[in-house]
């Protein structure tokens, strides 16, 4: 797209730049990641919100978006993120996708598959991607400051080494878009459904891509949440910018996405960063931040440091308390994603008119383009009756 903008500056030193990141900046433990504090830290209380995805235990409500239809289907969306990567979690304690990579990968055969030219064997590489689900990919060399120092271990609820082998020098990072009505209705047990289904086809897509790899051959390792940071790979590979609300900001579905990655053996090669104006966007906007219940979303500046330990230090970044989001997520029983819905980015990109507003962000007439956003109402929570009575 003609918008934006191609960082020509190396992926690891972009990010150095833009994040301002010191030499005390460690690796993150994910023994510190919110979810997994739920489990040994009394300071963050999870109640019943796990439970509630367990189909015999959620307590359905009253409440408009949260009544047995909504959870039936919210919990039927994880249905089988939960099923394959808890398949392990009695035995060994590892909840794929979350706490540790996927292991369901058949071997390869012996001999490897002659490369094309590194361009084509790229190419065909990312149309392989999009045919099993993404709806974008990049590929960044694999940058060890966003691999996790340790993983958690949900049997022993403490951390563990972990393991990907050095001469996996890339990643490819899969964007996968949500539901763009369904995120209309955040915060609700139905809008989850957006959440679910989009880990759903990330597990689908990660998978069968590192499946594809091994069959050419070569090695690879599909990951969702774990294992490393998605967001700072994704914007080495050039898929998006970080947000203010501390999510990636795609040119394609704005911030309506979940992030799966790959990592490789295989030779391919890397993208560009590229910007298109959301940091200067997010600068004068605030909407995330504003309607955020609970004030987890810094107003103002970049931060020096995180609010808490479930956050990275050493690097300059507009960083969300996780303790006060994951604490209104317990309150409600299901996840919230208004930061998401209000984001001015999150459009449906299929309309010409939205990629204009997005062209608008990223010019000096970006103040007016907030305006219109406002007087045209976008961002507002659509009742999650008027979902299911749309079809
Ligand atoms: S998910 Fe909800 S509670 Fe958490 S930061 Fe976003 S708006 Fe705030
Ligand atoms: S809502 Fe506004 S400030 Fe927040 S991430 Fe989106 S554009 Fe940036």
């Not at 998006?240 to 309506?256: A, C, D």
């Not at 504003?290 to 230090?313: D, R, T």
Request: with cysteine.
């Amino acid at each position: 797209m003609f918008f934006k903008k191609t960082i020509r500056e190396a992926s690891n030193q972009y990010l150095d730049r833009l994040f301002d990141i010191k030499s005390s900046f460690q690796r993150f433990n994910q023994k510190y990641d919110i979810f997994n504090r739920a489990m040994w830290d009394d300071k963050v209380n999870p109640k019943k919100f796990f439970i509630s995805y367990d189909i015999a235990n959620y307590a359905p409500k009253k409440a408009k978006g949260f009544d047995h239809w909504d959870y039936a289907f919210r919990n039927a969306s994880w249905h089988m993120t939960d099923v394959v990567g808890e398949y392990n979690l009695e035995s060994e304690g590892k909840v794929e996708g979350f706490t540790d990579y996927y292991s369901l990968h058949t071997q390869g055969p012996p001999m490897k598959a002659e490369l094309k030219t590194p361009e084509e064997t790229t190419a065909r590489v990312k149309q392989a991607a999009k045919m099993f689900g993404a709806g974008s990919v990049g590929i960044c060399e694999l940058d060890q400051r966003w691999i996790y120092s340790q993983h958690f271990n949900r049997k022993i609820e403490d951390a563990q080494p972990l393991d990907i082998p050095e001469d996996y020098k890339y990643a490819i990072v899969l964007i996968i878009p949500m539901d763009y009505n369904l995120s209309k209705t955040f915060p609700a047990a139905l809008s989850g459904a957006a959440t679910g289904l989009g880990y759903g086809v990330g597990l689908l897509a990660a998978n069968t891509m590192a499946q594809f790899i091994t069959n050419l051959g070569y090695n690879a390792i599909a990951s969702l949440n774990d294992s490393a940071l998605s967001i700072p790979m994704a914007i080495e590979a050039g898929l998006g910018e970080y947000g203010r609300h501390g999510l990636l900001i795609t040119p394609e579905f704005g911030p309506n996405i979940r992030i799966a990655k790959i990592f490789t053996d295989m030779p391919l090669i890397p993208d560009q960063p590229v910007e298109f104006g959301v940091r200067k966007f997010c600068e004068i906007c605030n909407h995330c931040a504003q309607k955020c219940p609970v004030k987890a979303i810094p107003m103002g500046q970049a931060q020096e440091e995180p609010p808490n330990i479930s956050s990275l230090s050493g690097i300059k970044k507009w960083t969300t308390n996780a303790e006060k989001c994951f604490k209104f997520w317990v309150g409600m029983n299901t996840d919230c994603a208004i930061c998401i819905r209000v984001c001015p980015y999150n459009k449906d990109y299929s309309k010409w008119w939205n990629r204009l507003g997005i062209m608008l962000a990223n010019s000096p007439l970006r103040k007016f383009m907030l305006w219109l956003d406002d007087r045209l109402g976008f961002g507002q929570r659509k009742a999650p009756t008027e979902w299911w009575n749309k079809n």
